[in-house]
Structures are given as structure tokens and as C-alpha cells.
């Protein structure tokens, strides 16, 4: 039997973002069943629905529907893996608060014990009401239900302010994590400190010298911790929009910026991920002006950028952990050893950057785990935010990080 998840929708125009997920879900593999309520149906259908999951969207008309002689709301209930309620409207939130089940939707959710993804929309008057304010609060103190807050934006009523859905590629990003948890929330209390993306170093304001990382890596690893319950503050040389609610983004560009954001971040941080890839050299001479062409060097001065890694490893206390990456070429494990035993790190990920589906730009990662202590896990290829749900596992069940305690 495939994962399987059960998306709840409730009444408002947000709803058209769930053909999305539901879509991206089952082209996946994932088996999709949908509940609408009846507010639903004034902005999605049923039949849109059932043809996107290739099976019947679930109404309160369903309510008595049985198989086998069981009920359906039962029968949903035990089926999910996980349930979604998407968007989640003020009158569905103050139901689940309470207990009311009056229709498929919230009988359902009674009958189930899996974990229950919450992605409030609403106006930004009615979200910052303080009865909704509390409801909210208060769902999120039970164990199963897991809240994506709304964002800022334009709203339907044109109203800018917070309010808006999660993006569906936040919420299946959501789904995915749970999925590969089943909810725990094992790094709870735990301070994560993550480098991502590749580092520019200037010779003049549009040259430099640099990589083709993109960061995906490190914006993985920390959605992957934020979903188990950690706080993460991530530094990145990333262009452009992250959607990364929940986590602490510092963007910098040079590696000297990144070793200072690091050093700035260390001294509160239980777990570290250097995953960045930081340049190794940089150009001696920096122009502030543009230089012409004929003014280029048929030679560039280099110099070495400061070894950021390995300067952490040595700041390293006994309580924090330090993990490391190594992007390879040809045989991986060798460089990774070495590097895990001079820079004075307690784990290290030997990435190979020479296969298909693996390495800078992708989607997909694979490479081996390896820690100080001698244990190895080898990771076959897989997408980048499982192969996160993987390194925190394996540092989890590692029973310990340098010579303290794991504490989880």
C-alpha cells in the first residue's frame, strides 16, 4: 500500500490552490482522498477533485456512505496517514478546538489519531481577531495537529495584510515531512545553525568568482529540522524569494560574510551544517568601479578565503556538534575522512557531484554519512529534503555528538 493522505478543504477562494497539491501529491505515487464541505463547493467542485485524485471527492451527502458495513467518516479516519485541511477557515479552527463534529469533515478528524497539517487563509481582520488568535494557539498545543501560519500579501478582498494560504509548494513540502516522521518531533529545544548556497567572491561589481551551488541543500535541511520541532536560523548566499516561514535567514555574499554571520550564530547553536559551498579563493585586488575589458588581468592575483569549517571546528564545545559536507569527484569517501579528522568535525556528508541527480542544482541528492566515530550510512539517490529527514535521523540515532551528550 502506497502514503496516504487525506486533504480536507473548507470554504474560500484559496481553495483553487489545493488542485495543486492534490495534483503534485498523486503524479508522486501518493494515494489522495478529498473531503469538501459545503462552503468548499462554492469555489471547487467535487468532480475536480475526484478527477485530480482519480477517485471520489468526499460531501456531508457522503456522511452515511459505508463499505463493508463500516461508516465513512471511520473508515477515512483509519485510512490517513495524514490529514491536510487546506484552507482551514475561523469556523472549522473553533470546531476542532472544541470538539464539534457536524459534518464529514470534522467526524472525520475524530476518528482519526494520524497528524492533521492546519494552513489557516482568512482576512487579515478576522486572523488577528483575538478569539481566533486564541483558537489557534490553542490547537496547536495537541500533539497531532501542526499549524502552517498564513503569510503576507494582496487578499482577495484587496485587503494587504496577513492572511494568505501557504503556497502549495509549502504545504507539500509539509506533507512530504510528515510522511517521513509520522509527527515526531525529535529535535525539539534544539538550536540548528545551517550555511547554504555558494559564495561570490568580487573582482569588480559584476565579476566574480564563484560556483554552481544553489543552496537547495541547506534550504532542505532546514525545513527538514524546522518540521521536527528545532529552531533553525539559516545563513545563505541565495538570490532571490525563500519561502522559509519559521526560520531565521541571514543573507550574506562573500565567504568572509559568511564566517562572520557563522561566528556571529556559533556560540548559541547545539547543531551545526556547514553545507555551504564557501569559494576558496578570492581575487587579492577588489575594483569598486566596473573595469573595461582591456583592464582585466591576462593573470589574477588569488588569494585563500578563510577556512570556515575549520575554524568552527576549532571553537567547537564539548555540547555542540559539527557537521560537514564534502563535494567530490571520483572517490568520495577518502577526501571526506580526511577532512572529517583535520577539521575537527563530528560528522561529515561525502557528496558526489559527478552523478546524474546529485550534487549542485538538483533536485535529488545521494551520498554517504559518515561520523567520527566510525559509523557509515550509505544514502542511494533520493530527493534533497528526505536525504535531510536522513542526515538528522542518523545524527539522532548516532547516540551522542563529540564528547557530550545527544540530550534528545
Known sequence: MGRRVLISICGGIAAYKICEVVSTLVKSGIEVRAILTDSAQQF???????????????????????????????????WAEIIVIAPLTANTLAKLVYGLADNLLTNTVLASRCPILLSPAMNTDMWEQQTVQRNWQQILTEKRYYGMNPSMGILACDRVGQGRMAEPTEIITNIESLLYTAGK????????????????????????????????????????????????????????????????????????????????????????????????????????????????????????????????GQLKQRQQYLIGFAAQTGDIVAPALEKLQ????????????????????????????????????DLPSCSKLEMAHRLWSFVLESGGWGNGELGI
Open 44 to 78: 471547487i467542485t467535487p468532480l475536480t477533485l475526484s478527477t485530480l485524485c482519480r477517485y471520489p471527492a468526499y460531501t456531508d451527502r457522503d456522511f452515511w456512505q459505508s463499505t463493508h458495513g463500516r461508516p465513512l467518516h471511520i473508515q477515512l479516519g483509519e
Open 185 to 312: 518531533r525529535d529535535l525539539v529545544g534544539k538550536r540548528i545553525l545551517i550555511s547554504a548556497g555558494g559564495t561570490r567572491e568580487h573582482l569588480d561589481p559584476v565579476r566574480y568568482i564563484g560556483n554552481p551551488s544553489t543552496g537547495k541543500m541547506g534550504i532542505a535541511l532546514a525545513k527538514a529540522a524546522l518540521h521536527r520541532g528545532a529552531s533553525v536560523t539559516l545563513v545563505h548566499s541565495i538570490s532571490g524569494e525563500l519561502l522559509l516561514s519559521g526560520i531565521k535567514t541571514v543573507e550574506v555574499v562573500s565567504a568572509a560574510q559568511m564566517r562572520q554571520a557563522m561566528l556571529s550564530h556559533f556560540t548559541e547553536a547545539d547543531i551545526i551544517v556547514m553545507s555551504a559551498a564557501v569559494a576558496d579563493v578570492k581575487p587579492v585586488e577588489y575594483s569598486s568601479e566596473k573595469l573595461p575589458k582591456r583592464s582585466l588581468p591576462n593573470l589574477l592575483p588569488l588569494t585563500l578565503v578563510p577556512d570556515i569549517v575549520a575554524e568552527l
Open 342 to 377: 583535520v577539521k575537527n568535525l563530528d560528522a561529515i556528508v561525502a557528496n558526489p557531484i559527478d552523478r546524474e541527480e546529485a550534487g549542485f542544482g538538483s533536485d535529488t541528492n545521494q551520498g554517504i554519512f559518515l561520523d567520527a566515530e566510525g559509523r557509515r550510512r
